[in-house]
T-cell receptor, first 109, second 115 residues
Framework: DAEITQSPRHKITETGRQVTLACHQTWNHNNMFWYRQDLGHGLRLIHYSYGVQDTNKGEVSDGYSVSRSNTEDLPLTLESAASSQTSVYFCARATDEAFFGQGTRLTVV | AQSVTQLGSHVSVSEGALVLLRCNYS??????LFWYVQYPNQGLQLLLKYTSAATLVKGINGFEAEFKKSETSFHLTKPSAHMSDAAEYFCAVRRGGTSYGKLTFGQGTILTVHP
């Protein structure tokens, strides 16, 4: 969905480094989400936010954090990247249904 | 707690044949159910959704799904497969009400369409 922009689209980082994935939406929606996609697991919820200054943990939040300082952006930070965090990450906005960005493929070496 | 099981990680059909992708869910409250499609290197696109209105839901690209509470199923069908339907399909569930975007996904089913 062109309304949700994720950057970068691809990133390679080293174990132990801090990494931030960007998510920007142009619809001024309060509800934003981060998922990771892994083979055999579908998508799993990492963190979500229902508005500015609101953040919540999802199913697989360990090692990740988010911040919400404005309505448009929900950056996802990996505090100390681990090989287990190699994945494809999707940002989404949602009301009754969810709309996803194009994804960021992160490789931790 | 909710869960979703997609039966069959890979489904292969011939062009023009019926497509049937199976999804069973578990939910302690009336669910909202969704089917998404993902083409290679792209995000997820919503095919259709069930939100407690009609049990037979029609979506985009000729797909439809039927909510069967007694069977806890929400199978996706298309009468005649097209080559362009080749993709990965995900079934997802969430609680009703204001739990927007908090989806539980199945493992996905890769659909292959043969000429």
């Amino acid at each position: 969905d062109a309304e949700i922009t994720q950057s970068p689209r691809h990133k390679i980082t080293e174990t132990g480094r801090q990494v931030t994935l960007a998510c920007h939406q142009t619809w001024n929606h309060n509800n934003m989400f981060w998922y990771r996609q892994d083979l055999g697991h579908g998508l799993r919820l990492i963190h979500y936010s229902y508005g500015v200054q609101d953040t919540n943990k999802g199913e697989v939040s360990d090692g990740y954090s988010v911040s919400r300082s404005n309505t448009e952006d929900l950056p996802l930070t990996l505090e100390s990247a681990a090989s287990s965090q190699t994945s494809v990450y999707f940002c989404a906005r949602a009301t009754d249904e969810a709309f996803f960005g194009q994804g960021t493929r992160l490789t931790v070496v | 707690a909710q869960s979703v099981t997609q039966l069959g990680s890979h489904v292969s059909v011939s062009e023009g044949a019926l497509v049937l992708l199976r999804c069973n869910y578990s939910s302690s409250v009336p669910p909202y159910l969704f089917w998404y499609v993902q083409y290679p290197n792209q995000g997820l696109q919503l095919l259709l959704k069930y939100t407690s209105a009609a049990t037979l839901v029609k979506g985009i690209n000729g797909f439809e799904a039927e909510f069967k509470k007694s069977e806890t199923s929400f199978h996706l069908t298309k009468p005649s497969a097209h080559m362009s339907d080749a993709a990965e399909y995900f079934c997802a569930v969430r609680r009703g009400g204001t739990s927007y975007g908090k989806l539980t996904f199945g493992q996905g089913t890769i659909l292959t369409v043969h000429p």
